[in-house]
């Protein structure tokens, strides 16, 4: 079973690695677990999230739990119902931004906490490995309850209540053939001062347009030319399941996902000076001075939403954000929500006279690579080689390995969701990028020549 439990979630090929028998097994392992508690359970639009979520809940009921089941929806939405309903936990099926043959699950304690690698999947995993969970047995509980739910229209309500725009706005808006789609429509409705151009709104989970992924280049292309033509304030693009959101400025540019952290920090900070802010590690620097120039907390964080929950619990951080996409708010729970930070691009630019365009320039100090990724045979050997090769770095090992000089930096770290390393470097200048970048990448080749580079 170690194949399919991830750093924070279950997730895994279907039917080969994925499948129903699998779905009901984990069902009653996560009963056992719970203490057979009341749970919410939410899919995406995936052809295989059906059959996963009813095998699924299959299982929790049959290990003596309590089901309340929320259809369709997006993750922001199912853990607004988690918390909103007071249930014991949740279950999502969905496998977010991977191609439409994966599928996951994303569990979920009370208040909408995630079981991680580090707490709760381990001893998940044990339990449906020691438990296959055939039937009912003495120490079982007899089976458990099924309900029907819908809070869409209090959550719809809940995120209108954070628009506080002062000006007409145009947005460009692509759903990816995802869960944002009904909900944006449902949204817009409301807020008739907002004028929208939307694409891809319908869910099909064969993502037929562009695939689930908006953090690709070529998933936004779409979205960006809509953009130009619509002479949109804005675009926004989400993914499968809606708690990633990428942003387009009015030019039709993509804005990297670490600015608009720093962007939406600044926001924030004027309304609650002091305040702390997370940004995964891999943030442009620039993050890091923006959070202290507006006189907040600026702290590093791991990769992966059920650690950055974890931490902004722990710091009670006002918000954070992610360079895949994700941003976390503190008024929604420290959860994840796509549509929510597009409602604060709104209500950042409603009160400004500036394009984003040139809200972002300022922030544009240093060059960075992007995200680099790359398919290794020795991951140990190559970490090892980069130690020895920059051995009076600044280091850190608080994700992968993070290397610092004065005028540039690298961070190389595991993917949680693929089989790949990722690499992002950041300098001073795009000279000393490219130098340094490539001075890195002869590293890795040296140390593992198998090695597969793919920059999107």
């Avoid at 170690?2 to 009963?31: C, H, M, N, Q, S």
């Avoid at 779409?222 to 400025?249: K, N, T, Y």
Wanted: net charge negative; with cysteine.
């Amino acid at each position: 079973m170690t194949g399919i439990f991830k750093a924070y979630d279950v997730r895994g090929v279907y039917p080969g690695e994925l499948d129903e028998t699998t779905a009901e097994k984990i069902g009653v392992a996560f009963a056992n677990l719970m203490n057979s508690g009341s749970i919410a359970v939410g899919r995406d639009c995936r052809p295989s999230s059906p059959a996963i979520a009813s095998a699924f809940i299959r299982g929790y009921i049959r290990g003596g739990g309590r089901v309340t089941d929320f259809g369709l929806a997006s993750s922001p939405l199912l853990y607004y119902a988690i918390i909103s309903g007071n249930f014991d936990g949740g279950a999502m099926v969905t496998a977010s931004h991977l191609p439409p043959e994966i599928n996951g699950i994303k569990l979920c304690r009370e208040q909408a906490i995630p079981l991680s690698g580090d707490k709760g999947l381990p001893a998940l995993e044990h339990l449906v490995a020691t438990d296959p969970g055939k039937g009912q047995t003495p120490d079982r509980p007899a089976p458990g309850l099924y309900t029907r739910g819908d809070m869409t229209g209090s959550y719809i309500d809940m995120v209108a209540g954070f628009i506080h725009a002062r000006r007409p706005l145009t947005l460009a808006i692509d759903a990816g053939d995802g869960m944002a789609g009904p909900e944006i429509q449902r949204l817009f409705a409301k807020i008739p001062t907002l004028t929208t151009v939307a694409v891809n709104l319908e869910p099909d989970g064969r993502f037929p347009h562009h695939g689930a992924n908006p953090f690709l280049l070529s998933a936004t292309n779409e979205l960006q030319e809509l953009v130009r033509e619509s002479g949109a304030d804005f675009g926004a693009a989400f993914d499968g399941d809606a708690d990633r959101c990428i942003f387009i400025d009015e030019k039709g540019a993509r804005v990297p996902a670490d600015l608009v952290t720093a962007l939406i920090a600044q926001h924030y900070l004027l309304q609650e000076p002091g305040a702390t802010v997370l940004y995964d590690l891999r943030s442009s620097r620039v993050v890091a001075e923006t959070v202290s120039h507006a006189g907040g907390r600026g702290l590093r964080c791991r990769v992966g939403h059920a650690f950055i929950k974890e931490q902004m619990r722990q710091e009670n951080a006002l918000f954070a954000g992610e360079l895949s996409g994700h941003y976390y708010f503190r008024d929604t729970g420290f959860c994840d929500n796509g549509i929510i930070a597009m409602v604060q691009m709104i209500n950042l630019l409603s009160e400004k006279d500036l394009p984003l365009s040139q809200l972002v320039a300022p922030l544009k100090k240093y060059s960075s690579t992007g995200e680099i990724n790359i398919q290794v045979n020795r991951l140990d050997l190559i970490m090892g080689a980069l130690r020895s090769a920059f051995p009076d770095a600044q280091t850190n090992t608080l994700d992968g390995l993070t290397m610092e000089y004065p005028a540039w930096w690298f961070n190389i770290r595991s993917s949680h969701t693929e089989p790949l390393i990722r690499l992002n470097l950041e300098a001073d200048t795009k000279a000393c990028m490219n130098k340094y970048t490539s001075e890195v990448l002869q590293v890795i080749r040296d140390a593992d020549p198998s090695i597969q580079i793919e920059k999107e």
